[in-house]
C-alpha cells in the first residue's frame, strides 16, 4: 500500500483566489493522479502529474485552471486558480503502485465564497 | 466504451445480512477491478480488487464474483455490520491508464 497525506485538509476560500494542496507519498512512485469529487458524486480524473514533464489533462480541465507541479517522484501540487464557487469540492490525489493498485490521499475539502 | 454502470444507488441491509453491490462494464480490455470503501470525509479506500483470470476472489467477509461472458462484477458483504456503512465505488482499468469509477452505491447496515 501506501501512505498519502494532503494539505490542506480543508479550506474555505474567496472567490478569484487561488489554492495550492499539496500531497506526499512515504515511497517513490510513477504515477500520481488528480481527482475532483463533487459531495454525494463519483471521482473525476483531472489530471495524470508526470515526473519530469507536463502533467496530461483529461478533458474539460485545463492547465490555466489547475496547474501541477511534480517536482519529484514523492511529491506533487495542484493549483486551482481564479476560483469560482463551482470549484468547491474534494480534491483528491491518488498513488499507482504495482502498474495497477491506485491508492488514495485523504482529500482536500475546498469551499469557495 | 469507457462506462462502468453500478448499482443500487443506495442499498439498505440489516445487521448479519449480506450486502450486494453490482457493476457493469462495457470495455473488454478492461483487465483489473478493484472495489473502493469510502467514509464521510475520508478518501477511498482500496478494499479488494480481481483480475478476469478468476471468478471469484474472498478476503475475509468480502467477496468479489467475477463473470467474464456477462461483462459484470460484483461485491458481496457477508455478516453486514454496521461499521461497513459507507459509500462503495467499483472500477475498472488496464495496466497503466486510469481508473473509470462507477458511481457509487451508500450502504447502510441498520441494528
Known amino acids: 500500500s501506501a501512505v498519502i497525506s494532503q494539505k490542506p485538509s480543508r479550506d474555505i476560500c474567496q472567490r478569484g483566489t487561488s489554492l495550492t494542496i499539496q500531497c506526499q507519498v512515504d515511497s517513490q512512485v510513477t504515477m500520481m493522479f488528480w481527482y475532483r469529487q463533487q459531495p454525494g458524486q463519483s471521482l473525476t480524473l483531472i489530471a495524470t502529474?508526470?515526473?519530469?514533464?507536463?502533467?496530461?489533462?483529461e478533458s474539460g480541465f485545463v492547465i490555466d485552471k489547475f496547474p501541477i507541479s511534480r517536482p519529484n517522484l514523492t511529491f506533487s501540487t495542484l493549483t486551482v486558480s481564479n476560483m469560482s464557487p463551482e470549484d468547491s469540492s474534494i480534491y483528491l490525489c491518488?498513488?499507482?503502485?504495482?502498474?495497477?493498485?491506485?491508492?488514495f490521499g485523504p482529500g482536500t475539502r475546498l469551499t469557495v465564497t | 466504451q469507457q462506462q462502468v454502470k453500478q448499482s443500487p444507488q443506495s442499498l439498505i441491509v440489516q445487521k448479519g445480512g449480506i450486502s450486494i453491490i453490482n457493476c457493469a462494464y462495457e470495455n473488454t480490455a478492461f483487465d483489473y477491478f478493484p472495489w473502493y470503501q469510502q467514509f464521510p470525509g475520508k478518501g477511498p479506500a482500496l478494499l479488494i480488487a480481481i483480475r478476469p483470470d478468476v471468478s471469484e476472489k474472498k478476503e475475509g467477509r468480502f467477496t468479489i464474483s467475477f463473470n467474464k461472458s456477462a461483462k459484470q462484477f460484483s461485491l458481496h458483504i457477508m455478516d453486514s455490520q454496521p461499521g461497513d456503512s459507507a459509500t462503495y465505488f467499483c472500477a475498472a482499468n488496464r495496466k497503466n491508464e486510469k481508473l473509470t469509477f462507477g458511481t457509487g452505491t451508500r450502504l447502510t447496515i441498520i441494528p
Open positions: 491518488s498513488v499507482e503502485k504495482s502498474s495497477y493498485e491506485q491508492y
Open positions: 502529474a508526470n515526473q519530469g514533464s507536463e502533467a496530461t489533462y
